[in-house]
C-alpha cells in the first residue's frame, strides 16, 4: 500500500545540510495501523509528508498503491493525492468557515455537484457525531470536535489511506482515546490503511498493528507491536 525503498531526504538547511531521511525502508499492507515514533527531529513529519508529497525525496522511491510517487506526471499525482487523507497536530480548519464548509472543501476544490457535496458531508458529520454542529465555525467547538471534523475532511473524497500527523498532541488523554477510537473504526468500517506519526508509546501501544521507531533519521527498530514492546 504504502513502500519506502532506500529514501534519504536532504534540506539545505542555514549553516549545513540536514539529513532528515537516512536510507529509510519500510512497508505498509493495506488494511494495517501503522505508526512511526520517535522523538522531535527524528524525521517523522518529514517521512509522512513525503507520502503525500508535501515533501519531494531527495533518493529513492516511495511507492503508493503500486504506483512510484516519483516518476508521476502532475496529473497521475492528483489522482493518487485524492487517495490520501491527512489529519494534523493543530487540526488546520479554515476559522471563518463553517463546519459544513470545511468538511466540503475537498469537494468543493474538486468541482463535486452541489447535491453531492450535500449528501456526502451530511454522511459524514453523522459519522463523527457533528451533525448538530454543521453552522457552527470551529472557534465554537472543543479540540476534540476540531479534530473529528479535521477527520471528516480528511475522508471526504473516500480515501484509501488516512495519514496523521501526531493527531492527538494537543489533546487531553480522554478525548485522545475517543478519537484513537474513532480511527480504530475508520480502519475497520471503511478498510482505510492509516499511517500516524507520534511522540507518545501510548498512542502506538492503543491502536497501532505494526510500528517504526526512528532516530536521527533512521528506523533503528521495526515489527508487530507486540513483539517491539515484548523486546526487552
Ligand atoms: P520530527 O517530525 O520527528 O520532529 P522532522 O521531520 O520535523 O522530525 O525533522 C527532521 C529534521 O529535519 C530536523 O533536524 C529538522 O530540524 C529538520 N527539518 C525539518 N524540516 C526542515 C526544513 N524545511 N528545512 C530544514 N530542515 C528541516
Ligand atoms: P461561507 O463559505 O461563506 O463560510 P457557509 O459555510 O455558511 O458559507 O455555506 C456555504 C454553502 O454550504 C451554503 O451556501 C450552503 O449551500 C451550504 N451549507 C452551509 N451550512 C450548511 C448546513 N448546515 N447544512 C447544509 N448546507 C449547508
Same mark, same amino acid.
Given at each position: ?55 519531494? %525525496? +531527495? /533518493?529513492?522511491?516511495?511507492? &503508493?498503491?503500486?504506483? !512510484?510517487?516519483? @516518476?508521476?506526471? =502532475?496529473?497521475? $499525482? ?42 456526502? %458531508? +451530511? /454522511?459524514?458529520?453523522?459519522? &463523527?457525531?457533528?451533525? !448538530?454542529?454543521? @453552522?457552527?465555525? =470551529?472557534?465554537? $467547538? ?91
Amino acid at each position: 500500500m504504502i513502500e519506502f525503498i532506500d529514501v534519504d531526504k536532504t534540506y539545505p538547511g542555514i549553516e549545513a545540510p540536514v539529513h532528515a531521511l537516512d536510507n529509510i525502508n519500510f512497508k505498509v499492507d493495506a488494511g494495517e495501523i501503522y505508526g512511526v515514533v520517535g522523538y522531535s527531529g527524528a524525521g517523522k513529519s518529514t517521512l509522512i509528508r513525503c507520502v503525500n508529497q508535501l515533501e519531494s %525525496v +531527495t /533518493e529513492g522511491k516511495v511507492i &503508493v498503491d503500486g504506483k !512510484d510517487l516519483t @516518476s508521476l506526471t =502532475p496529473s497521475e $499525482l492528483r489522482v493518487i493525492k485524492k487517495r490520501i487523507g491527512m489529519i494534523f497536530q493543530h487540526f488546520n480548519l479554515l476559522n471563518s468557515k463553517t463546519i459544513y464548509t470545511n468538511v466540503a472543501m475537498p469537494l468543493i476544490l474538486n468541482k463535486t455537484p452541489k447535491n453531492e457535496i450535500k449528501a456526502r %458531508v +451530511t /454522511e459524514l458529520l453523522d459519522f &463523527v457525531g457533528l451533525s !448538530d454542529k454543521a @453552522s457552527q465555525y =470551529p472557534d465554537q $467547538l472543543s479540540g476534540g470536535q476540531k479534530q473529528r471534523v479535521g477527520i471528516a475532511r480528511a475522508l471526504a473524497t473516500n480515501p484509501s489511506i488516512l495519514l496523521c500527523d501526531e493527531a492527538t498532541s494537543a489533546l487531553d488523554p480522554q478525548t485522545t482515546e475517543s478519537i484513537l477510537e474513532l480511527l480504530r473504526k475508520i480502519n475497520k468500517e471503511y478498510n482505510i490503511t492509516i499511517l500516524l506519526i507520534t511522540h507518545e508509546m501510548s498512542v502506538i501501544r492503543d491502536v497501532c498493528h505494526k510500528v517504526a521507531v526512528m532516530e536521527n533519521g533512521k528506523i533503528i527498530e521495526r515489527g508487530s507491536v507486540f513483539d517491539v514492546f515484548s523486546n526487552p
